[in-house]
């Protein structure tokens, strides 16, 4: 059955005047790598705010229209921000790790929501985190070492497990493989391959290989609008609309 995790409805996104999204539906699915692609501006990291209310964060936005995550109305006044952002977590295009030991980083998120306080369940929880994101072995002897000393690859992936070891439903990213190079940026994208087995993963790429190589189904936006949406094969090879196949075929953007 086609039930989907994060579902817009006719969403509209206006920071003070200017329309930034306009009359968004998409359904996204469990399980899949969803890509989002389009020319710059066309509102792909707004829309990826949209699903955790980050754009709350920014002055005179409004919202109109519908976001539902696993059927909640996400935008009403009882939804709870902190434990929403938990459940849909958000990696950034630049490794946004704290000044801290990789250890404290990632117990950071475990102390914010109370999760869990007893030490040994801590630790666990933390090599499971890195396990998952492949750098428990090349990390489990210097959890003490601050962060920043890791490569950016390694800070990427310490981000990822920062964002997973809140147990999250969804993870958001936008852009993570900007900064790195093209070996890391493969990686990266072996991870979430792995990673879609247990999560449900939408990823913001300017980088249109990225998205045929990795997502199971691409969103093309352009200028606030989701112009289409569908299978990512069935995007690249046989796109419905012209705007689409202008797109990716390189004649704008
Ligand atoms: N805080 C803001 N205030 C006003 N306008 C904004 C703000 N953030 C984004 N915009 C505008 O909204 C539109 C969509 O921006 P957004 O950052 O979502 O695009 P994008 O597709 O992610 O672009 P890029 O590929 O460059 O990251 C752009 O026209 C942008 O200038
Ligand atoms: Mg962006």
């Given at each position: 059955m086609?039930?989907?995790?994060?579902?817009?409805?006719r969403?509209?996104?206006?920071y003070g005047?200017?329309l930034a999204?306009?009359?968004v539906?998409?359904?996204?699915?469990r399980?899949?790598?969803?890509?989002?692609?389009?020319p710059?501006g066309?509102?792909k990291?707004?829309?990826?705010?949209?699903f955790?209310?980050m754009n709350?964060?920014?002055e005179?936005?409004?919202?109109?229209?519908q976001?539902l995550i696993e059927g909640?109305?996400?935008?009403?006044?009882?939804?709870?921000?902190?434990s929403?952002?938990?459940k849909?977590g958000?990696?950034?295009?630049?490794p946004?790790?704290f000044?801290l030991?990789i250890?404290?980083?990632?117990?950071?998120?475990?102390r914010?929501?109370r999760?869990m306080?007893?030490?040994k369940k801590i630790?666990?929880?933390?090599?499971n985190?890195?396990e998952?994101?492949?750098?428990?072995?090349?990390?489990?002897?210097r959890?003490?070492k601050n962060a920043r000393t890791?490569?950016?690859?390694q800070?990427?992936r310490?981000c990822?497990a920062r964002v997973?070891?809140l147990k999250p439903d969804?993870?958001?990213?936008?852009?993570?493989c900007s900064?790195?190079?093209?070996?890391?940026?493969?990686?990266?994208?072996e991870?979430?391959r792995?990673?879609k087995?247990d999560?449900t993963?939408?990823i913001?790429?300017?980088?249109?290989?990225?998205?045929?190589?990795v997502?199971d189904?691409t969103a093309?936006?352009?200028?606030?609008?989701?112009i289409?949406?569908?299978?990512t094969?069935?995007i690249?090879?046989?796109?419905?609309?012209k705007l689409?196949e202008n797109?990716?075929?390189?004649r704008?953007g």
């Open positions: 086609d039930k989907a995790v994060i579902e817009t409805i969403l509209n996104l206006y005047d200017f999204l306009e009359e539906n998409i359904r996204i699915h399980h899949r790598i969803t890509a989002i692609i389009g710059s066309c509102g990291s707004t829309l990826l705010r949209c955790n209310r709350d964060l920014v005179s936005t409004k919202v109109e229209g976001i909640e109305d996400i935008l009403s006044d009882k939804m709870d921000l902190i929403l952002r938990k849909v958000m990696v950034f295009q630049r946004n790790v000044n030991s250890y404290d980083n990632l117990r950071f998120g475990l914010i929501h999760m306080s007893e030490k630790d666990e929880a933390v090599q985190a890195l998952h994101v492949g750098l428990w072995d090349e990390l489990k002897d959890l003490k890791l490569s950016l690859e800070q990427q310490l990822i997973i070891i969804i993870v958001l990213l936008d852009e993570p900064t790195l190079d093209p070996v890391s940026t493969l990686k990266i994208e991870l979430l792995i990673l087995r999560y993963i939408v913001v790429t300017h980088n249109m290989q990225q998205a045929a190589r997502s189904e093309f936006m352009h200028l606030g609008k989701l289409e949406f569908a299978g094969a069935e690249f090879s046989n796109p419905k609309e689409t797109y990716i075929s390189g704008f």
